[in-house]
């Protein structure tokens, strides 16, 4: 992770203050409060200095992102990865807003507490600015180069290597003098699986926000096999694009991720055993309750409800470490997904009752596919849709047929998911920040299981969303038109 210190950091800012006058840099404290305030940012955001010092940073965001928590969340990521791109409109002093771009940075005392964090910000509107912009550009990738020790290398929108790091250099045994200016690919081709970076790498430029971490494989002469995990972070806009990658060295994590696996896998399989033994006496309890005092009712009821949860929680352990040993597998049958639909919504209708769940549609639609695990993906996606939803009052449920495949979407009028958190979601563990501060109870391994459970069967699973407004989940299976 690379966090500015204060010391780089000041060399930092008198840099960036000296030679670039077009861009606004500024510092708060841990809560957002404004702290420090350059003539850069007062051209750009039109306070003074001493009109905006100890105000909160928040009143340069439109409403609509306070509202999603953007401030809060860009503050996370920077405090998480070292820092968080800042793209977006921003409000002026006198309420006009204009497209922001820039980054934001933790800020560390000489004793690497964290105190703050340092905000860069130029107005990227200004189309006369453009010509200007781009040398500045190239003077602060440099800067902003020269504060990393990681292997990062800043590349154009033609993929020509603008700056990178020694680390980089260094790390893919690179000749130093040689490769500015140099294309990307053509450099990286030797130790690194070119194919696999061009494919992945075109792939991470088209997401929007560039937000789409990849892995590669390369042979480091030395070391050998080594895997190396790629992080893509715009830097600038169209039309004068610039971006950086950052990489990382897999290889060991990897190794203690998998001793990891195979740990969560026996520590499921050990306690399914105990908790069975649980659920079957909680069953004999519940039998037993006639004459029993109210609280004893009431206490085995609970009793019973966190062994299910805790049952269906070793049983979703087990299956993605069955995933990533490659062991998990599924059983095909030919079934009327229509049907599997209705009865499970039909299900969530009795069991509870702050949304109305609807779904109209009868298609027959049968498939060849694992009627559990399928099964499991609809309660996944149906159960997300009413717990992040909390203020609304239904989810509606559709089946379609397009192309040879049954699609089902859940759509739900809930809060929604902001763009920078989007990669998160079939990750396993994955949880947004946002989702992370409320006491929606989750462990983040549900879409993670679905995604898996979905592609081995031949379908897709995605979702489109609107912070605020709600999102919709939806997959899609191969319909089965073959004999029943
Ligand atoms: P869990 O719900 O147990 O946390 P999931 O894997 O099912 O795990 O979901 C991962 C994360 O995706 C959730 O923690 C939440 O942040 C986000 N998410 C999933 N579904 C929705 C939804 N319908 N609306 C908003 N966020 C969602």
């Not at 009821?301 to 299910?308: A, C, L, M, T, V």
């Not at 449920?397 to 859940?410: A, F, T």
């Not at 563990?429 to 989750?442: N, V």
């Not at 995605?462 to 919709?472: A, I, L, R």
Request: hydrophobic fraction near 40%; proline fraction near 3%; aromatic fraction near 8%.
């Amino acid at each position: 992770m690379s966090i500015l210190s204060v010391e780089k950091g000041e060399a930092y800012y008198r840099n960036i203050l000296k030679s670039i006058k077009g861009y606004a840099v500024f510092t708060t404290d841990k809560d957002g409060i404004i702290t420090s305030w350059n003539p850069g940012a007062q051209n750009i955001l039109l306070y003074k200095a001493d009109e905006i010092i100890g105000k909160n940073g928040n009143i340069l965001y439109i409403p609509e992102d306070i509202n999603a928590r953007v401030p809060d969340i860009e503050l996370a990521t920077a405090l998480q990865d070292g820092k968080a791109i800042n793209e977006r409109f921003h409000v002026k002093k006198d309420q006009t807003r204009f497209w922001g771009s820039g980054l934001v940075f933790p800020l560390l005392d000489d004793q690497e507490n964290h105190i703050g964090f340092t905000k860069i910000m130029r107005n990227v509107s200004d189309e006369e600015q453009a010509e200007v912009n781009l040398r500045e550009e190239q003077t602060l990738a440099q800067t902003l180069v020269s504060a990393f020790n990681e292997p990062i290398v800043v590349l154009n929108s033609d993929l020509k290597i603008i700056n990178f790091t020694s680390a980089f250099v260094q790390y893919f045994s690179l000749n130093k003098t040689s490769i500015t200016g140099k294309d990307f690919y053509e450099i990286m081709d030797g130790g690194v699986n070119i194919e696999q970076l061009h494919l992945k790498l075109e792939e991470a430029l088209k997401n929007e926000n560039f937000h789409t971490d990849f892995e590669v494989a390369y042979i480091h002469t030395q070391r050998g096999a080594r895997s190396v995990y790629v992080k893509p972070r715009r830097i600038y806009q169209p039309p004068n694009l610039l971006f950086s990658l950052e990489f990382e060295d897999l290889t060991e994590n990897k190794a203690v991720m998998e001793e990891k696996d195979v740990f969560i896998s026996v520590a499921s399989h050990e306690i399914r055993t105990p908790i069975s033994v649980i659920k079957a006496y909680g069953q004999i309890l519940s039998r037993e309750l006639k004459d029993a005092k109210p609280i004893v009712t009431k206490a085995v009821i609970k009793i019973n409800e966190q062994i299910s949860y805790m049952s269906s929680l070793i049983t979703a352990l087990l299956d993605t470490s069955k995933i990533t040993t490659g062991k998990f597998e599924i059983e095909l049958e030919v079934f009327d997904l229509c049907n599997l639909v209705k009865e499970i919504t039909e299900g969530f209708r009795l069991t509870q009752t702050s949304h109305k769940i609807i779904f109209t549609q009868e298609k027959n639609s049968m498939v060849l596919a694992d009627k559990v695990r399928t099964g499991s993906v609809i309660t996944n996606l149906l159960s997300n849709a009413v717990k992040y939803s909390p203020n609304a009052t239904e989810v509606r449920v559709n089946l379609d047929i397009i192309d040879h495949q049954v699609k089902v979407s859940i759509h739900d009028y809930g809060m929604g998911i902001p763009d920078i958190e989007k990669g998160k979601l079939f990750q396993r563990f994955g949880r947004t920040e946002s989702i992370k501060k409320t006491k929606i109870p989750g462990t983040g391994l549900g879409l993670h299981l679905s995604a898996e459970i979905i592609k081995l069967q031949g379908g897709e699973i995605g979702f489109t969303t609107e912070v605020g407004k709600g999102s919709t989940f939806y997959f899609t299976l191969p319909l089965y038109e073959g004999e029943v």
